[in-house]
């Protein structure tokens, strides 16, 4: 009895696996386990015997079944260790090599206006690259005959919508104004960026190309409005104090008055770098966008009363604006895909435009 105790308990402390120790368990414990059987004998024992035995036998059933615990949760615990080592992951292993994407610099300039006019209170408006001519034409205070219309190169759809009007891809987003005009009402200040097409192709036109557009509506709005707009816009985008602006009178049939908008610049290693007057010598003006204050009419077609609210819009593109802050020179490179140049220009994911952080990081 004694060496069967031994032996027992031996096995137990050496068994490999939970099932096998489950398999002794039932030996020494189960209906015909020998602890079982001996503990059955007690009741064909005398008195005498049986106080003799009964405290051997019930010791002898607590250490076996506590050399089981025990066993038991030792095997829990290996287990345990060996899936936790198993799941390790080394955190001093490099980052696997893999292709990576990067910003097209559009992608990132939109981004940019986005920060920089938000923090002026606009929001960003959208409107359809396919439109129809009512909004992009008719509405801007461009009627049917009007000669603006053809210096658009317009492409248009062979059909007319289900309202008979022509169909066409927008040739500018000045049609946005419009659309956010009739759906949101006044006051209203929003940018619109996005992509407008003609049919014009050279270094510096593709028939398709990005504009952003701005407009405020509000109460006793004024030129003095627009150009702090502009100005304060265009030193946050290029991050400069001395950006100097030139407004000339111009025409557009959507403002009156309007007013194209020149910055100063000068010549650096045959680089054209933004800011100071374009008067001083060795200066020069830069045509950089078109503005104006929103034409009556145009607040007319926009379901408002040109009495009681007034504006200013002003379009410019984005490309030329990239252009201008990240030093590309030929705009059909923007539209080629070409990964070397995406390489180069582009711009990290994890690099997102903030005013704090600044709004043009390096690319
Ligand atoms: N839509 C004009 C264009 O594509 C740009 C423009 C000029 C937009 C003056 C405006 C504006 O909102 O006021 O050439």
New binding site residues.
């Given amino acids: 009895m004694e060496q069967e105790q031994v032996n027992s308990i031996a096995q137990i402390e050496a068994a490999p696996t939970l099932e096998a120790l489950e398999e002794m368990r039932v030996k020494a414990l189960g209906k015909s386990g020998w602890v079982t059987a001996q503990l059955k004998s007690l009741g064909g024992m005398s008195d005498e015997e049986r106080k003799a035995q009964g405290p051997i036998i019930h010791a002898i059933r607590t250490t076996v079944t506590t050399a089981i615990e025990n066993r038991k949760a030792a095997l829990e615990d290996a287990a345990l260790e060996a899936k936790l080592a198993a799941e390790t992951i080394d955190l001093s292993l490099p980052a696997p090599e893999q292709p990576r994407g990067t910003i097209h610099p559009v992608s990132q300039v939109m981004d940019e206006l986005a920060e920089i006019f938000a923090d002026m209170g606009f929001s960003v408006a959208t409107g359809p690259e396919i439109e129809d001519d009512w909004h992009n034409f008719t509405a801007l205070n461009m009627p049917e005959s009007h000669p603006a219309r053809a210096m658009h190169d317009t492409f248009y759809f062979p059909d007319k919508d289900a309202e008979g009007r022509d169909m066409l891809l927008r040739?500018?987003?000045?049609p946005v104004?419009i659309r956010s005009m009739i759906s949101q009402g006044a006051p209203l200040r929003i940018i619109a960026p996005g992509r407008?097409y003609r049919s014009d192709s050279d270094a510096t036109h593709t028939p398709m190309f990005h504009?952003v557009?701005?407009?405020v509506i509000d109460k006793g709005i004024h030129l003095g409005h627009l150009k702090w707009t502009l100005e304060t816009f265009l030193k946050a985008f290029f991050e400069r104090e001395d950006i100097v602006l030139r407004l000339r009178p111009s025409y557009?049939p959507?403002?009156e008055p309007?007013v194209e908008v020149d910055v100063g610049f000068k010549l650096e290693g045959g680089r054209r770098v933004l800011g100071g007057s374009g008067d001083a010598p060795g200066h020069g003006w830069m045509e950089l966008?078109?503005?104006?204050m929103?034409n009556r009419k145009v607040i007319e077609y926009g379901g408002l009363d040109p009495d009681e609210w007034q504006g200013?819009?002003?379009?410019v593109g984005v490309d030329r604006l990239a252009m201008l802050k990240y030093g590309m020179d030929d705009l059909r490179a923007f539209f080629d895909g070409d990964v070397r140049w995406l390489q180069h220009y582009g711009f990290s994911p994890l690099d997102v435009p903030t005013l704090s952080a600044g709004v043009g990081a390096v690319a």
């Fill in positions: 040739t500018h987003t000045s104004q407008v504009q557009e701005g407009l557009f959507f403002t309007s966008l078109g503005s104006g929103v200013f819009a002003f379009g």
